[in-house]
């Protein structure tokens, strides 16, 4: 099938990767020419396991191009994905310029039917909004489609090419077939294709990602009371998540989420309330908690080291909001650099893959970056874990121990073993374990 993708960012590249790798004839479209320079070059803008060697292949067989070229996408393409960004306005609700500025393209470029895809994550009636401005554009017909994408950063491969469903939002038969065939080859365990109405895909994409960003704070919340009330959050978790109905995914309490979707999605989700006259109260609760759990080390950090904390040194391992992604979006690093930095600390900081991002972001105006997570250990007063990576998983103990000018450790995700920590000499603040 000959298909287009427009916007060659995270979700964007990943998808036109993915539908290559499947035997479609694909062509990634971006404005941005350095960004497709780069991926004509071999060079992937952003780190994703996996996804490096996709493209190129791809690239190589000529299932995968490259262009900047709207008009020829356009023409060329029977399937045309949006995925350019929806970031959030002051208010919360989705800025949608970019998306109808390629809607409005799309329509002056058409040379008969088009199924137009929403991908990028839009709010409820945007599907209605794409259509209205392609058809006063042309006068050839389009459907527009909604199908939200489901990705983990990390595993957006996996993700996407075994995907738990696929979510298509069309209102007629024909488009319904087209998307059907396009994704068949991606459910071929009977994964299920769920075709519904716009609207309701539409909502089914803030909704999913809502309910687990409530999974998330609901579990800090109940990780912050075990520390009031002296029980064992872990021994908590493993107790609900043995009920079936609860499950294991999205229950263990850190410092917060960050990331692209899960902040934005909620928000927006709010906004599109209020818009309807509605108050979301389960889910302001559920930023409100999530905005003071990024915080939640601070005071564990001044009862060990005092409240002003000039001329103590303080090392974060882990920038990222997550493991396996150098995504620093809402990332709970930022907010603990900031009132670290507010309270006078000298900040050191080490991750696997955002020291670039982090540069980019002009942290290290504020932080000292260093290459090897154990240098930037040397002479510190403290270490704050912040993002799970699997090196920081089983470190050398003695060695931190060692640099470290004293042994105080805040574990923001719980990897740590409070006995072991213990033994070792260590000062150990976890979230939620006495």
């Known amino acids: 099938m000959k298909v287009a993708v427009i916007g060659s960012g995270y979700v964007g590249l990943v998808a036109g990767a993915c539908f290559a790798e ?3 004839q694909v062509i990634c479209m971006d404005k941005d020419q350095r960004k497709i320079d780069s991926l004509l070059n071999g060079i992937i803008p952003i780190y994703e396991p996996g996804l490096d060697a996709m493209v190129e292949k791809n690239a190589k067989n ?48 058409m040379n008969g039917w088009k199924v137009v895809v929403d991908k990028s994550t839009v709010p409820v009636g945007t599907a209605k909004k794409v259509r209205a401005v392609i058809e006063k554009e042309t006068k050839h017909p389009v459907d527009v489609v909604s199908n939200p994408e489901f990705l983990k950063e990390g595993a957006a491969i996996d993700d996407f090419m075994y995907p738990d469903r696929v979510v298509i939002g069309v209102s007629s038969t024909k488009a319904t077939e087209v998307m059907r065939e396009l994704y068949t080859p991606f459910v071929r ?3 299920p ?21 409530t999974k998330i704070s609901f579990m800090n919340e109940i990780a912050n009371l075990c520390d009031r009330v002296g029980a064992n959050v872990e021994n908590v978790r493993q107790g609900i998540a043995t009920d079936s109905r609860i499950g294991h995914s999205f229950i263990f309490p ?25 108050d979301t109260r389960i ?20 009862k060990e080291l005092g409240n002003d904390l000039t001329g103590k040194t303080i090392t974060l391992w882990g920038l990222s909001f997550k493991p396996k992604t150098d995504d620093m979006r809402e990332a709970s690093s930022r907010v603990i650099i900031h009132e670290l930095h507010k309270l006078g600390a000298k900040i050191n900081a080490h991750d696997p893959v955002a020291m670039d991002e982090a540069r980019r972001l002009k942290l290290d105006e504020k932080v000292t970056l260093f290459d090897d997570n154990y240098e930037a250990l040397k002479d510190s007063d403290a270490l704050v874990l912040v993002t799970e990576w699997l090196e920081y998983r089983e470190p050398d103990y003695e060695k931190m121990k060692n640099l470290l000018r004293t042994p105080a450790v805040f574990d923001g995700r719980n990897i740590y073993k409070p006995e072991k920590m213990r033994d070792m000499g260590f000062t150990y603040y976890s979230i939620g374990r006495p």
């Not at 294709?193 to 960003?213: F, G, H, R």
């Not at 850190?254 to 509605?278: E, M, N, Q, W």
């Open 22 to 24: 499947s035997g479609n």
């Open 62 to 109: 000529g299932h995968l191009r490259f262009s900047t070229n709207m008009k020829e996408t356009v023409e060329q393409s029977t399937i045309i994905f949006i995925a350019v960004g929806t970031p959030p306005d002051e208010d919360g609700s989705a800025d949608l310029s970019m998306v109808l500025g390629v809607a409005k393209e799309i329509g002056q470029h």
């Open 189 to 191: 365990t009977g994964n």
């Open 193 to 213: 294709i769920v075709v519904m109405d716009v609207v309701s895909a539409e909502m089914t994409k803030y909704a999913a990602n809502s309910m687990l960003a």
């Open 254 to 278: 850190g410092v917060g989420y960050g990331g692209s979707c899960f902040p934005k999605d909620v928000k927006a989700l709010i906004r599109t309330a209020r818009d309807y006259h509605f």
């Open 283 to 302: 889910l302001r609760s559920v930023e409100d908690v999530n905005d003071d759990q990024k915080k939640i080390l601070i005071p564990k950090i001044q």
